[in-house]
T-cell receptor, first 116, second 115 residues
């Protein structure tokens, strides 16, 4: 079974600084997709960024980038120039496709606090 | 366009009562998912619907939980004889068919409190 591990329950960063949120995954499948979601205190789940297992380049979306190290099975999210509005829970997830079904398997999340 | 819509946004029920939670996915999205998020926890997969295929119910925690999807669109998650441990936020998501890279689009969830 696939597994996602986020080892940082909480992280703190100063406004305007960069922060890296860790995510490691475990799978024996050669094909997979990795996602990061943001969940503010309002509760909505906001899709941030996607990385495919065969993508040669690290994914980037605005201030978000993904440090994808396939051999180490890690897909860390980098947020540059942190803003107060970045304070939220961040979830790493892997798409699992098996036997005609599919789902995203989520890690337990990291709570990011951006300090002014 | 409109996102995933869930109702009610909050539900308080007494232990032992049945509840129904509704999800209206994004128009044209063929895949629909239900997840559960307990306080301070990650998301737990419950059930997956794709078109007219048989749903994947492997995540349902007990036979008190059931879900249906009518006409390939709206879905209802039913919890019978609710227990206090059922208290959680129930999230619905949809995605277009399209394999690895299609993100799930989530609704704002239904917060269920069982007293």
């Amino acid at each position: 079974a696939q597994k996602i591990t986020q080892t940082q329950p909480g992280m703190f960063v100063q406004e305007k600084e960069a922060v890296t949120l860790d995510c490691t995954y475990d799978t024996s499948d050669p094909s997979y997709g990795l996602f990061w979601y943001k969940q503010p205190s309002s509760g909505e789940m906001i899709f941030l960024i996607y990385q495919g297992s065969y993508d040669q380049q690290n994914a980037t979306e605005g201030r978000y980038s993904l440090n994808f190290q396939k051999a180490r099975k890690s897909a860390n999210l980098v947020i540059s120039a942190s803003q107060l509005g970045d304070s939220a829970m961040y979830f790493c997830a892997m798409r699992e496709i098996k036997g005609g079904s599919e789902k995203l398997v989520f890690g337990k999340g990291t709570k990011l606090t951006v300090n002014p | 366009g409109a996102g995933v819509s869930q109702s009610p946004s909050n539900k308080v029920t007494e232990k032992g009562k049945d509840v129904e939670l509704r999800c209206d996915p994004i128009s044209g999205h063929t895949a629909l998912y239900w997840y559960r998020q307990s306080l301070g926890q990650g998301l737990e997969f419950l059930i997956y619907f794709q078109g007219n295929s048989a749903p994947d119910k492997s995540g349902l925690p007990s036979d008190r939980f059931s879900a249906e999807r009518t006409g390939g669109s709206v879905s209802t998650l039913t919890i019978q004889r609710t227990q206090q441990e059922d208290s959680a936020v129930y999230l619905c998501a949809s995605s277009p068919i399209g394999g690895w890279s299609s993100p799930l689009h989530f609704g704002n969830g239904t917060r269920l409190t069982v007293t």
